[in-house]
C-alpha cells in the first residue's frame, strides 16, 4: 500500500525497537525498480490501475501510458483504512481494467501493482492483459497475500496465494519468469502487532501506553524468528511479486 497510510496504520513512530514487520512496502518498491529496468528501452509500458502514479518516476526509458477507472474517493466512506487524500492526475485511459480501449497486441509490457484485491473479477484482468500484451510481452504484478479492508467500498478480495497467479497466468497463455515471495510469516505477524495502537485507537476505549512495552517483547521475539525462518513464506507472506512473458 501507499507509503503514508502504511506508517499511520502501523503506527511504526511510536514502536521503534526493530524494523521487523516494516519493510513490506519498501521490499516491493526496491523489486518494483530492479525490474522495471529489465523492459527494453523505449516499451510501451501500460500501469493497469495506476492510481496516483507514482511508478512513473521508474519508467523514464519506457513510453508510460496510465490506466485506472478513477473512481475512488476516501471522503465518501470511513471504512477501514483510507487516505487522508488522494489525486489521480492526469490518467491516459478511464476505463474498467478488464476492458481497456487499446488494441490488441498494443503493449510492450504491463504493470499491475497492489491492484487485484480491487478488481471484482480478477482472471478477467488477466485474460485483458494478455490479449493487450505483444507475443513476448512482459508482464509485472504484486498484489497481497493477506489484506485488511482498505480503499473502501473498491475492496473485494483480502489476498492472492501463488496458486493463484500458477493456474490464472498458464491459462492465459504467460509464462512465469519469476515469483518472489515479499516477507514470511513472522514479519506478516509483525506487521499486522504494529497496527494495534491505531487499532485501539479507533475501534476500542484508546491504546494504553503502558502496552507498548509488551508489544516491543513480543516484535523482539518475531524478529529472532524471523531470522532463523526457512521457508514460512509459502504459509503466509505479505504478497508476491511475480514477473512473466506473453509465450
Known sequence: ???????????????????????NEATRI??????????????????AGAGEQQFKKFCGHLNYVSQDFAQYKPEELNKGLQMDKWDYGKLDIISDIAAIP?????????????????????????????????????????????SLTHFAPYHFYTGFNKYFYETSLKENGFEILEMTPNGNFFEFVAQELRRIPSTADKYCNGYASADKLEIDKTLQILEKYSKQDKGSSEFLCFGYHVFAKKI
Open 30 to 47: 526496491t523489486w518494483l525498480e530492479a525490474t522495471l529496468k529489465k523492459i527494453p528501452n523505449g516499451s510501451r509500458l501500460l500501469d
Open 102 to 146: 487499446e488494441q490488441d497486441a498494443s503493449f510492450d509490457a504491463i504493470m499491475c501493482t497492489e491492484v487485484f484485491e480491487h478488481i471484482i473479477n480478477p482472471r478477467d484482468a488477466v485474460k485483458e492483459f494478455s490479449r493487450l500484451l505483444k507475443k513476448d510481452g512482459y508482464l509485472i504484478i504484486t498484489a497481497p497475500f493477506c
Open 1 to 23: 500500500m501507499i507509503k503514508k497510510i502504511i506508517k499511520k496504520a502501523l503506527g511504526i513512530s511510536n514502536i521503534n525497537c526493530s524494523r521487523v514487520g516494516t519493510q
